[in-house]
């Protein structure tokens, strides 16, 4: 019997019915894989399962019985725990003091022993080398996902939620992820699995179910869905072409580094790129990618040389970027990229406001900017007074771009271009990126994701502990290869 | 149907009940003189709460305005008494003693913004600091006593605070005409859009190529350079300066800031806000003076209820459109 499931569960926010007649049903011992593009509901599920939300119709089973949870943490005392995407975890405090946050063990004295070998059981059952003293924000953001599956494990899950659990994690990190989750599978927890990934999905569901505006579409158990079905299944059409066709980059040398280095973070890079080239930097997380790209926008000091068009230029700041017509796209478009609270219009304009009048802003050009905007690159938001955060993560993206555009760079570099981003916006975004290289732009693309790097670069190089491992085109491009530079095992093949 | 905006209309429904309240308690509350008197009163705070909006909008806080008006005003009468015997009784002197007053305002600002952004120092502890710097060196400069203005530049100063167009007098003109070209720099100018960019997010600022630490100075110069045009129309209402000059007027500025609906925390700047609520402060003291209702030792407890309960209005509006 499952542990926990929806029975013909409809849920509306005022007049928007986002679900309608969901059932879903989690069994222990299972991992059970929740797809949707982004906007499908797979959010609004989970919320409803982890005791956050209350259906509109149709109710919540608990081991078969109608349930109705007060609140998550009432849900979570009856063993069904949400791992959260933006880890919930208190970065000043301990590993074992997070581990018990709320319900500390002793009477009105904390109970420092207790806690700490209870926490150090968990981790060694985890096979994890974290100490309990640790505070969390030393820690890396795989060791912090750890924490987290200690902490769900500390409350006896019987059910655990994952929202992209693997978002934020290396390909080596994934691995180790795995294991933790077919352990927790083997000790009977039954386990949703949300994932924009679908070869993880291949890999570790036992049960899949494919939401599509807020219905699901489909159904299936191991192995009866290829990566392509589920694509297809999540986007209700045959996805041709995922990646545009590659280009033909000039002979032209746009950006030259030569001797780059970013202290402590990245060693003597020297490379070139092309104009109208899109070149791919792989690597592992942690490998220097992102803070060679902030080296190169003058976001950190670094020293070495970079030219622009064979000339040599000093780069301090983003703006002496954006003078040299090299603008940088961050990873981190929720911390670095877009003021959440803000509307649309003024996240376009930030970075390019001399352009709307020198002194005066000119709002209805700035009107006019964001009409061509969401016109060019396809910003789908139901009001244009919207402030940015309410956006999806797509249509955030995309206006991370537009408001990148605007600037006016010959160079473009382009961190994480589609991270948590639903399978049709990727394809978007990607031809969108193409499209301005064969413009004539120069770009850098910056991405975990292999499948990304190998359909969409004319060019890979590999990154490995701060230094350059490799260079990939052509037949050698592959993913293994990829690994095999990244990891610094072997020579590439 | 759309819900009564706090942010926005909160302070103006506040300060027209006021109003009301005030002319049904006592019908001179209404006579031009009183009216004069309040806002001149309220021209001071004003002035300041202006450039505050703008440093708290940018994520920072300056407590020193308080003293450092005092300090100005001492400097500026020290400077005019010095010149008085070389140069006469004369607007020449009251212009060098203003100029004293307002440069001071910009290198005392300027010393502020750069040991925030410089040197990076918390504001708050930067300026908790140069608060009590600034209001031991007017204690020091008054030896402990009042600093006064020569009588005759006295006489002559005088009508720059009592006087002006009509009824309109001078300390009103420059409030009413700062306040103007405060809430259109905050919602027209690219200073006052990298001012709400930083507070909303000093990353995303930075990463978009703004000078943040740049505007983040400017935000306390132009509060010191505030604070020193209201010194300016200070000086001539009483022609003097001690240690107790300016005292509180850093609490009742960032009072009126805040019940303007700008946040504490930066990003969203609401200047015409500000004014209402220096009003606001300003109105509940004369009201309380006019009638013999609640004794005027109960100001204090009065504005601080309205404190808090404006910043409760503005959140539960905050919370509902969460949902």
Redesign the interface.
Known sequence: MSVLALDNVSKSFGPVTVLHGIDIALEPGEVHALIGENGAGKSTIMKLLGGFLDPTEGQVLLDGKPVRFASGPDAEAQGIVVIHQEFNLARDLSVAANVFLGREPGGWRLDHKAMQEATAALLRRLDSPISPDALVGDLSVPDRQMVEIAKALSRNARVLIMDEPSAVLTHREVGALYDQILRLREQGVAILYCSHRLDEVAHLADRITVLRDGRVVRRAARGELTQDGMASAMVGRELQDFYPPKGQPSGDIALELRGLSVPGRVHDISLTLHRGEVLGIAGLVGSGRTELAEGIAG?RSSSGEIRIDGQPATIR???D??AHGLA?L?EDRK????????PLR?NLT??A??RF?S???D?SAEDAALDRATQDFDIRAPRRDMPAGKLSGGNQQKLLLA?TML?EPRILIIDEPTRGIDVGTKSQIYAFIRQLATQGLSVIVISSEMPEVIGLADRVLVMREGRLAGELQGAALTEDNIVRLAMGVGEAA | MKKIDFHTLGPLIALIALIVLGTLLNSAFLAPANITNVLARSAFIGLIAVGMTFVITAGGLDLSVGSMAAFLAGLAIIAMNALAPSLGVHWGTILIGMGVAILGGLAAGYLNGALITKARIEPFIVTLGTMGIFRSLITWLADGGTLSLDSGLRTLYRPVYYGGIGWLTWPILCFAAVAIAGEWSMRHSRFGRHVEAIGSNDRVARYSAIDVNRVRLMTYVLLGMLVGLAVVLYVPRLGSASGSTGVLWELEAIAAVIIGGTALKGGRGRVWGTVMGVLILSLIDNILNLANLVSPYLNGAIQGVIIVLAVVLQREKHAASER
Request: net charge neutral; glycine share 10%.
């Open positions: 976001l700041s983003a703006r970027g954006f940088y961050t911390e670095a990229g877009l003021l959440l609270e803000k003024e930030l970075a406001l001399e009048g002194w005066r802003i709002a408001k600037t």
